[in-house]
């Protein structure tokens, strides 16, 4: 959604200059994630735009002066938003796209799911999904212990605690929680 939403375009930009020597790697499961995060804020958009409709009619039905001009405002705000969640759907899209031209996708094992709920390196409830995809990205990591590796992610609540940095360092993944380090880590070699 980060990147649909250009939050830092220079992710982005990142991803479309990287060398063709440099591999990027995502669990699968980052696709249900960002599906879930997409669905959430398309849900986030739909309440929002019910309240503006809401209060479109409420301003009609007054006869207070100001209630037009509101009336007004609020009906070219619903135009713009509209316009707002459409361009959102098409980045969205977009940056599926460009993912996709530079991803190679890594898959779960059973495994890793039951190591995820029997033994957490995140552990609350609600860090499961989090936990579960750093699992895929320390046991691929593992299987390619002589390549240089670098692990980015802006989550740096739940990424950039210590003992999850130390586990990435244990296979030899470098954690990034910003795009400016990693790309200097990139320019690097």
Request: net charge negative.
């Amino acid at each position: 959604m980060s990147l649909a939403q250009k939050r830092n375009p220079a992710i982005e930009s990142s991803i479309e200059n990287l060398p063709n020597d440099v591999q990027l790697i995502l669990p699968s499961i980052c696709y249900i994630e960002a599906l879930f995060a997409f669905q959430q804020d398309k849900k986030r958009r739909n309440i929002f735009n019910q309240s503006l409709i809401i209060e479109i009619n409420e301003a009609r039905r007054s006869n207070l002066n100001i209630s037009q001009l509101l009336m007004n405002d609020l009906e070219q705000s619903q135009v713009n938003y509209d316009l707002l969640s459409r361009q959102l759907n098409d980045e969205f899209i977009e940056a599926l796209r460009v993912l996709e031209s530079r991803l190679t996708s890594i898959h779960p094992q059973p495994d890793t799911l039951r190591r995820t709920l029997v033994d957490p390196k995140l552990k609350k409830l609600t860090e499961k999904r989090d936990d579960f995809i750093l699992r895929c990205i320390l046991d691929h990591a593992q299987n390619y212990s002589e390549e240089r590796k670098a692990f980015f992610s802006e989550n740096t609540k739940q990424f950039g605690q210590q003992n999850l940095r130390d586990a990435c360092r244990e296979v030899g993944i470098t954690y990034f929680g910003n795009i400016d380090n990693l790309q200097g880590w990139l320019q690097s070699f």
